[in-house]
């Protein structure tokens, strides 16, 4: 299994965990797991639906200890 890179966006309301992701994917390399952790209840939306117009793979959601997460794959 493959450890994901973490984008901490808990506290931060929409949109801006979708501008923080898209900030930061271009720094890594295609392929890189990433998790964005948002509180956000819009977040659930927010990022698939970015993914989708991005071209960018969303996961899934994850529940962990720290809160919602929402992992993306970096296709491009």
């Known amino acids: 299994m493959t450890t994901p890179e973490v984008i901490d966006c808990r506290g931060q309301r929409c949109p801006l965990p979708v501008i923080t992701l898209a900030r930061h994917l271009p720094e890594l390399p295609v392929g890189t797991l990433v998790r964005v952790l948002a509180d956000d209840p819009a977040a659930a939306v927010d990022i698939p639906a970015w993914c989708r ?4 793979e969303f996961v899934g959601q994850v529940d962990g200890p720290d809160g919602p997460g929402y992992d993306v794959r970096r296709r491009r």
């Open 53 to 56: 117009l991005r071209d960018q």
